[in-house]
């Protein structure tokens, strides 16, 4: 490919770009679970093992929940704010509040099952109008 400047340049297309990027992240995060498993075991079998059940179990994960958004798109900012609620329990907990794990189990559930809950019975309802 030549740039307006003619000089030749080698250009990705924006799949091998997204490919290379996710390909870059996983390595990171095996990485990172490397490190933190030679830190508990010497059991090296172990921790390459386990590695590849993580990448491979962070790949199945991508594939449901993509599947998930296309259903269901506002789980994407339901998401958000629970990270943003477990935020909140961190700087709490600088303060020395401390927020009862039960509380916090049934704010995060909640906070995903009542929408999801009313998106299950609409769309039931929507397919029972639709048919005879």
Avoid: N
């Amino acid at each position: 490919m030549t740039s307006v400047t003619g000089v030749q340049t080698c250009a990705l297309p924006i799949f091998w770009k997204t490919v290379i990027a996710i390909e870059l992240a996983d390595l990171a995060f095996a990485i990172d679970q490397v490190l933190v498993s030679v830190a508990y075991t010497e059991k090296y079998l172990l921790i390459v093992l386990s590695s590849f059940a993580a990448i491979l179990m962070l790949r199945i994960s991508a594939i449901l929940l993509t599947k998930i958004i296309d259903w269901f798109p506002s789980i994407e900012q339901i998401a958000y704010a629970v990270v943003g609620f477990v935020g909140l329990k961190l700087v709490a907990g600088y303060w020395e509040i401390e927020i009862p794990k039960q509380v916090s189990v049934t704010l995060t559930l909640a906070a995903f099952l009542i929408p999801i809950s009313f998106k299950l019975l609409r769309d039931r309802f929507a397919r029972v109008r639709i048919s005879p």
